[in-house]
């Protein structure tokens, strides 16, 4: 089990691939991805059980679902550096014929990745739908998820939160990334969603709060908190606090690194705040 | 020509829920996902006799869609249920996405398709669904005719890997094909031989179109009858070796002439043999209110439609 240290470490290096990877095609989303490496890197090096390799069914084994596809850099840079596959192939991120494609998919047969997403709102169904066959293997391992907060303005989350509630899908452990930014700007000047801890404790979760998901002790304490309400009637959701961009300073704080890569310029800026620590791919 | 005898209507749908029926007893990976139209499907049984592998999620189509892509996962062979206007133009981008694309074994079964539903009129009667669902890379489009067709296609499609969008009606309609066929998925049948004209039906045209193969042949014109159950992967073979005979084709179907049956046998010819072809389905326009008889009737879609089409495209050859 890595130490705090390492686990330090691996996020920075994941940072840096994520900086490294968007700035080489000038396209992708550094900022929610940035926000999410201490979530990633925690639940990939210490606290999912995994198999080694990969196949599609994952019976007897964790399962995470990535409903917020476009930070993908962050989800291949954490797969890539947990063995799913070679680091040298995050230089396919976004390139014609690469299985790194801008939004993960099955398609191309990348390792890690069972859904396909990009268009919003849907993976909370597909976890259920896994944690169900879970429950019909006699499979007691857990499936976990992860949400933007702007991407619960789709109504197809409210569907299948109120479905997991009510068929007591208790074997899941949907994240919900809470950075308040969203495209068009903060999810409370495009469409406030009001108080998330209550509305998912009305309709029946179980809600676990991580006041800074950009600090490893948290995140990890969040995520062992969570999972020990799990098998008790309640679908369990992490309301999760990040800060978009998170690491680099002239990211942090704001939308507008959503769907933006630095230049040349800014990417210096950036890794020299993220000094390299596992190497660079 | 060769004579084919209904044994008695039947729905086409009873078909599909007795085959579920018969796949909850012969594969455990079966199970069944249905958003509060149980008995519309005819899922009860499944639902009796293996409630832990029934789930209903409510009406909540998009959340269906999503959870049956999910169970694939760990091995489950998942069976959705709802009408067919629910179960594609509603949840188009979830089959797409989380379906389609990500190559998810789900088995989509849609009742209720086409003018036929009836008197719930046009927002219920989808005459756009084959088109939409053909048009995903890797579906699998199936269209059945009565109800030993649709029970076969049921029972068929949980042996086929991959996506399947399997078409089906509510009226209790001619039950003539025999029930020992074996649903082959994507192969043509040949119901009558002819050498004068290609009558090419699928799901409730078919009964139509050997009718107006009779009224044809007391006119003197022979017409060869195929029954296209499967849309995607067409047979192309069958189509050709029969209007290569005959020189010109009817397509006919309970749906809009832009996106169906017709417009894929269309590209087939155009692609390897042009020949004239006459086109029985909806004229781009929604359906309404009325008994099935009178849809079919006020919109184009039965035998006499057929032999009138079939007589325009003779003079076209």
């Known amino acids: 089990m890595p130490n705090t240290q390492q686990l330090e470490d691996f996020v920075t290096q994941v940072r840096r691939d994520i900086l490294r990877q968007v700035h080489k095609v000038n396209s992708g989303h550094p900022g929610g991805s940035l926000g999410c490496a201490e979530f990633f890197t925690v639940l990939y090096q210490e606290v999912m059980d995994r198999k080694e390799g990969f196949d599609m069914d994952g019976k007897d084994e964790d399962l995470f679902f990535l409903s917020n596809g476009h930070i993908s850099p962050v989800f291949y840079s954490v797969l890539a550096r947990s063995g799913y596959f070679s680091v040298e192939e995050l230089n396919t991120f976004r390139l014609i014929d690469s299985r790194l494609q801008g939004h993960p998919t099955t398609h191309e047969g990348l390792p890690g990745v069972r859904i396909a997403s990009g268009s919003l709102g849907q993976g909370m169904s597909v976890a259920i739908g896994a944690a169900n066959s879970k429950k019909l293997n006699g499979d007691d391992h857990l499936v976990y998820s992860l949400h933007g907060d702007g991407e619960l303005q789709e109504g197809q989350n409210w569907e299948a939160i109120m479905y997991a509630a009510a068929k007591k899908v208790d074997n899941l452990i949907a994240t919900v990334d809470r950075n308040h930014q969203q495209i068009d700007g903060c999810t409370d000047d495009v469409l406030p969603m009001g108080d998330l801890t209550a509305k998912f404790e009305a309709f029946g979760w179980d809600v676990v709060e991580i006041k800074d998901g950009n600090n490893i002790s948290e995140v990890l304490e969040g995520l062992k908190e969570a999972k020990s309400r799990t098998g008790k009637g309640k679908p369990v959701c992490i309301l999760m606090t990040t800060v978009m961009g998170h690491g680099v300073d002239f990211m942090m704080h704001t939308h507008k690194w959503h769907g933006v890569a630095p230049n040349d310029e800014q990417l210096e800026k950036a890794l020299s705040q993220n000094p390299e620590t596992l190497g660079d791919y | ?317």
Request: glycine content about 10%; overall charge negative; proline content about 3%.
């Open chain 2, 1 to 317: 020509m060769k004579k084919y005898t209904n044994t008695g209507n039947k729905d086409t749908r009873s078909g599909f829920g007795d085959g579920l029926t018969e796949l909850g007893k012969t594969n455990p990976n079966v199970v069944a996902l249905c958003a509060d139209l149980t008995g519309s499907l005819k899922m009860g049984d499944f639902q009796k006799n293996h409630p832990e592998r029934f789930f209903q999620v409510g009406i909540a189509e998009a959340n269906m869609m999503g959870i049956a892509a999910g169970m694939t996962i760990g091995g489950k062979i998942p069976f959705t249920g709802t009408f067919a206007n629910f179960s594609t133009g509603r949840v188009y981008d979830q089959i797409r996405q989380s379906i389609a694309y990500s190559d998810k074994n789900v088995k989509i079964c849609a009742s209720h398709a086409g003018l036929t539903l009836g008197e719930d009129g046009a927002t219920h009667q989808i005459l756009e669904d084959i088109g939409l669902m053909k048009m995903l890379p890797g579906m699998t489009v199936i269209n059945t005719c009565d109800y030993n067709q649709t029970k076969a296609a049921t029972i068929a499609i949980a042996e086929h890997h991959g996506p399947v969008y399997l078409r089906f009606g509510r009226p209790k309609v001619a039950n003539f094909t025999p029930e020992d066929q074996k649903f082959v998925i994507g192969k043509a049948n040949m119901l009558n031989e002819g050498t004068d004209v290609t009558i090419i039906a699928t799901g409730h045209l078919v009964w139509e179109a050997l009718q107006a193969a009779e009224q044809l042949e007391e006119k003197g014109v022979s017409a060869e009858v195929i029954d296209i159950h499967t849309i995607k992967p067409l047979d192309e073979e069958a189509i050709l070796a029969s209007v290569k005979k005959t020189g010109c084709v009817v397509t006919a179907e309970e749906h809009n002439f832009l996106g169906g049956l017709g417009e894929s046998v269309a590209r087939t010819l155009t692609q390897n043999f042009p020949a004239p072809q006459e086109f029985v389905a909806t004229q781009d326009t929604f359906g309404e209110s009325g008994t099935p008889e009178q849809l079919m009737e006020k919109y184009g879609l039965n035998a006499e439609a057929i032999v009138k089409a079939a007589q325009k495209v003779l003079k076209r050859k």
